[in-house]
């Protein structure tokens, strides 16, 4: 995505989330030759760039690192548990 380059992924969810439904898909051997036979008539650019659009939003060290900031903060959010079934079994009890 970073390179700014049309993107034919296997249609799983993973991937058609993380192209935010931008790139081009296939199921199965059939989809991948009409969609090669397609390519004359598709607009590339768009696609390529649509994708390095979502690289730069998405997918750069800033974006990652606050992401993992929130989730940090979020896990010493939650409670903690008022039965510590380790520290017990550590203890012999």
């Not at 051997?29 to 649509?50: C, F, M, Q, W």
């Not at 989730?71 to 010493?76: C, E, F, P, R, T």
Request: proline share 4%; net charge neutral; hydrophobic share 40%.
């Amino acid at each position: 995505m970073r390179l700014e380059l049309p993107i034919l992924s296997y249609g799983v969810n993973y991937n058609r989330i993380t192209t935010m439904e931008r790139a081009m898909y296939f199921d199965g051997v059939e989809d991948i030759i009409l969609t090669l036979r397609e390519l004359p008539t598709l607009d590339l650019g768009i696609v390529a760039s649509n994708l390095k659009w979502i690289a730069d939003l998405r997918y750069n060290w800033s974006a990652i690192a606050k992401k993992y900031s929130n989730a940090l903060q979020d896990a010493s959010r939650q409670p903690v548990p008022a039965f510590d079934y380790e520290r017990r079994l550590s203890n012999g009890q």
